[in-house]
Nanobody
Framework: QVQLVESGGGLVQAGGSLRLSCTTS????????MGWFRQAPEKEREFVAC????????LYANSVKGRFTISRDNAKNTVYLQMNSLKPEDTATYFC?????????????????WGRGTQVTVSP
């Protein structure tokens, strides 16, 4: 498994922006599909976005499409989630995830490494 550490969460007003980061010391980071998931209180964890090894191929949940952008810097072993036009319903703990498979899918079961999460709170 890969150790993942998220950062960048916080409190922001609706319409604002945040950028989440997820870093790892894993040498094979560039051969991991990376994803972001989120979980609001009393709700199930849900897929947000993921991207391929090279970052060329991406997949987004419909609820964030056009507002969030996932990207990666393999030289820095870091994946990002740029979140714009935030809404109160985006409030959740955001988790970074990694998998050695080459498939980009929204399935949490496809990912075998998870960070501890970073809290994002969007006020009305």
């Amino acid at each position: 498994q890969v150790q993942l550490v998220e950062s960048g969460g916080g409190l922001v007003q609706a319409g604002g922006s945040l950028r989440l980061s997820c870093t790892t010391s894993e040498r094979t980071f560039s051969r991991h599909v990376m994803g972001w998931f989120r979980q609001a209180p009393e709700k199930e964890r849900e897929f947000v976005a993921c991207l391929s090894w090279t970052g060329v191929n991406t997949l987004y949940a419909n609820s964030v499409k056009g507002r969030f952008t996932i990207s990666r810097d393999n030289a820095k072993n870091t994946v990002y989630l740029q979140m714009n036009s935030l809404k109160p319903e985006d409030t959740a703990t955001y988790f970074c995830a990694a998998t050695r498979t080459s498939d980009i899918t929204p399935l949490a079961s496809n990912f075998d490494s998870w960070g501890r999460g970073t809290q994002v709170t969007v006020s009305p």
